[in-house]
T-cell receptor, first 112, second 114 residues
Framework: AQSVTQPDIHITVSEGASLELRCNYSYGATPYLFWYVQSPGQGLQLLLKYFSGDTLVQGIKGFEAEFKRSQSSFNLRKPSVHWSDAAEYFCAVGGRDDKIIFGKGTRLHILP | DAGITQSPRHKVTETGTPVTLRCHQTENHRYMYWYRQDPGHGLRLIHYSYGVKDTDKGEVSDGYSVSRSKTEDFLLTLESATSSQTSVYFC?????????????FGPGTRLTVL
């Protein structure tokens, strides 16, 4: 079955610290992988995506993610977080059928 | 911004009443989706459409119906709303970008069923 697991419901980091949000997926074919961000009361914004090729992908707002096929993972990273990064982050997996499956989200809290 | 609007943006209704949510897109995309978002569940697919009058069920379709009579509009109907359908509803379109397809989301509709 296709699924996405985000093992951390909440993560708290200090402003300026590095960040890694975990994502593991189960998908029967070569996956398309996505990270979305949602600020309170807002819609979802695409941070970055992986379709093929280079397994380290760069996104907006200084985020990057690395696709590791052997670990079925697509973890999101940022070297130094800002207070404005406080939001909920969703990992998602899809394929050529134009449907994607979302994880349950990780809420990021930033300490001043 | 993929030109997606949703209406209404907020709605409060009573149990047992019918409710229709509208999603409108301006860029002629073939695929459209309705999701609901609930705390602890992420986004779950309700129904989707792959063309005019072509729709299919998603993960949580019970209690919902959809219609797509024009490319630009995708309607979600709750025939008889229940309190368990209190949620935030997002519409999305799928667009072909370099390498694959990605989804873009509307601003959402917050529905409260009393």
């Amino acid at each position: 079955a296709q699924s996405v697991t985000q093992p951390d419901i909440h993560i708290t980091v200090s402003e300026g610290a590095s960040l890694e949000l975990r994502c593991n997926y189960s998908y029967g074919a070569t996956p398309y992988l996505f990270w979305y961000v949602q600020s309170p009361g807002q819609g979802l914004q695409l941070l970055l995506k992986y379709f093929s090729g280079d397994t380290l992908v760069q996104g907006i707002k200084g985020f990057e993610a690395e696709f590791k096929r052997s670990q079925s993972s697509f973890n999101l990273r940022k070297p130094s977080v800002h207070w404005s990064d406080a939001a909920e982050y969703f990992c998602a997996v899809g394929g050529r059928d134009d449907k994607i499956i979302f994880g349950k989200g990780t809420r990021l809290h930033i300490l001043p | 911004d993929a030109g997606i609007t949703q209406s209404p943006r907020h709605k409060v209704t009573e149990t047992g009443t019918p409710v229709t949510l509208r999603c409108h897109q301006t860029e002629n995309h073939r695929y459209m989706y309705w999701y609901r978002q609930d705390p602890g569940h992420g986004l779950r697919l309700i129904h989707y459409s792959y063309g005019v009058k072509d729709t299919d069920k998603g993960e949580v379709s019970d209690g919902y119906s959809v219609s797509r009579s024009k490319t630009e509009d995708f309607l979600l109907t709750l025939e008889s709303a229940t309190s368990s359908q209190t949620s935030v509803y997002f519409c999305a379109i799928s667009a072909r970008t370099r390498g694959g397809n990605e989804q873009f989301f509307g601003p959402g509709t917050r529905l409260t069923v009393l």
